[in-house]
């Protein structure tokens, strides 16, 4: 099997989570690397064994040896990279959420989809994690069909980055659209259906209020509730706390329809957990039947090796694992452009209703 030689830009916090897991994929390395901080290039072309650092963009795009390329910059740079690419030499990419920041980007998000002849991916790490794989293939039979659904995340701050990019929604999109696409997506996934109508609430009421950069106060939400109705008739609703990093879970997912209900409590990343509280938790699901009643639970762990590799239960690596495969040229991708699309939507509108106090229909 050839080795696939991969192309990565950005590498800060969630560059280096994509380069240790993809060093766990087997016929894939990094080969070349670029940040616009030298140093962060240089300490992540050395993590990856000596992949080369590219002085630019433009020239690691270039480089006639790369099988595809990993996007993994701020999420105001996803787009304009992407139609970089683009123009230069189109190369399998799986490009870090959100899709775009602004709403002026949607429109090239539609020229790639209509004319990219290579594959994308956009990454969405949350579906891969073994505990919500299991919950999302098991959501269907558990419940006799969803109805509703609810997701909760109850999570730590966001972290410094370098020039504090995800402190204003200008880089962002906003709080709904760069944290919260991830479980737009999966609200899209589990249902199997399309929102029409998006109602939220949402701002900051504790987190970085005391910052300033360069004279600026950040702008980012770090709580809200978001309900959306979808064309089947099914309610989804999500509960952001960004504030409540001392909860055993930080994920909780729960289905239920006409004949049971069925949980899914997944952790924070396991660097987090304070030692003196001994081993973290693990995953699990509870299944609750209406008939006979008798909630059953089972645990779902993850590999120590993977929860080493990154932040997200495994997802990151299993996500790579298949996206090789369409790099190969053996599958196609999971989250496609539309996928990506629709998810960052559905996290516009929640930012809009939640400025304007008025439901937006999708």
């Not at 938790?281 to 009643?293: D, E, G, Q, T």
């Not at 629709?342 to 929640?350: H, I, K, Q, V």
Request: proline share 8%; aromatic share 8%.
């Amino acid at each position: 099997m050839r080795t696939l030689n991969y192309g990565l830009v950005g590498c800060g916090m969630m560059g280096h989570e994509h380069l240790r897991n993809i060093a766990l994929v087997p016929g894939v390395r990094v080969a070349a690397v670029h940040d616009p901080v030298e140093a962060q290039a240089q300490a992540m072309a050395h993590q990856a064994g000596g992949a080369e650092v590219a002085p630019s963009f433009d020239a690691l795009i270039a480089r006639p040896d790369l099988d595809a390329l990993v996007i993994a910059s701020p999420n105001d740079l996803h787009m304009p990279q992407l139609l970089r690419v683009a123009a230069t030499r189109p190369l399998p990419v799986l490009v870090e959420k959100p899709l775009f920041v602004s709403a002026e980007d949607r429109a090239g998000v539609d020229r790639l989809a209509r004319s990219y002849p290579a594959p994308i991916w956009v990454a969405m790490e949350y579906r891969y994690m073994p505990p919500i794989a299991a919950f999302v293939a098991e959501a269907q039979a558990a419940t006799g069909g969803v109805r509703m659904l609810t997701i909760r995340e109850h999570r730590y701050p966001f972290l410094a980055k370098i020039g504090n990019w995800n402190r204003f929604n200008s880089r962002t999109g906003g709080t709904f659209v760069e944290k919260c696409c991830h479980f737009f997506d999966l609200m899209r996934l589990i249902l199997g259906s399309e929102p029409v109508r998006v109602m939220a609430s949402g701002g900051q009421a504790v987190n970085h209020k005391d910052e300033r950069y360069d004279g600026a106060a950040p702008d980012i939400w770090d709580h809200g509730y978001v309900l959306v109705d979808f064309e089947s008739g099914a309610k989804a609703m999500l509960e952001l706390c960004m504030f409540a990093e001392g909860s055993r879970y930080q994920e909780e997912l729960t289905v239920v329809g006409p004949t049971g209900k069925l949980e899914c409590q997944v952790p924070g990343p396991s660097r987090f957990w304070p030692p003196e509280l001994g081993d973290p938790p693990v995953p699990r699901l509870i299944a609750s039947p209406r008939w006979p009643k008798g909630p059953m639970s089972c645990e779902v762990p993850v590999a120590p090796a993977l929860l080493d590799a990154g932040d997200h239960n495994g997802g990151t690596f299993y996500q790579h694992l298949r996206f090789a495969a369409v790099v190969r040229g053996e599958a196609r991708p999971d989250v496609t452009l539309q996928d990506g699309l629709r998810a960052t939507a559905m996290g516009f509108a929640a930012e809009a209703s939640a400025r304007s106090g008025q439901s937006v229909a999708f």
